[in-house]
């Protein structure tokens, strides 16, 4: 009698094992999906979008790169161009990570710039370019 009622109840909690399994496996694949990489929707696999400041680096010989808002230090191929080389400049960039190249400074990423431009604060000025003529 015993053996019938365990038999009974073995297909029951089969469908609750089956059940929990599904839900681990949705909740997974929801989470990478959603974790897979720090593009923008609309952007090509591969192009991230980055807000973040300019920082000059002292390593071999010193180069300028973009710190993101999202702790990660993206190296632009050939350097920044000479209008964003102040430190602490705050902008916005579209790049291409370039996973076919290495470099000597391994910081980060090293990126292909897409798009660059200077982020403004509500006075209209861009944040680390103080305005002339005026005393704070």
């Not at 090509?44 to 999202?70: I, K, M, Q, T, Y």
């Not at 209008?83 to 980060?108: C, K, Y």
């Not at 509500?122 to 002339?132: K, M, N, Q």
């Amino acid at each position: 009698m015993m053996s019938k009622m365990k038999a009974a109840g073995f297909p029951r909690q089969r469908q609750r094992v089956d059940m929990a399994l599904r839900t681990v496996i949705l909740t997974a694949a929801i989470f990478v999906s959603a974790c897979a990489s720090p593009t923008s929707p609309g952007l090509e696999p591969g192009v991230v979008s980055v807000d973040g400041v300019v920082r000059h680096f002292n390593l071999e010989g010193g180069f300028w790169a973009v710190r993101g808002d999202d702790g990660v230090v993206y190296q632009p191929m050939g350097g920044l161009g000479s209008q964003f080389r102040r430190e602490n400049l705050r902008v916005s960039m579209v790049a291409r990570v370039r996973h076919d190249m290495g470099g000597v400074h391994m910081v980060g990423p090293i990126v292909e710039v897409v798009s660059i431009r200077l982020r403004e604060l509500s006075t209209g000025f861009p944040v680390g370019d103080p305005p002339r003529g005026r005393r704070n």
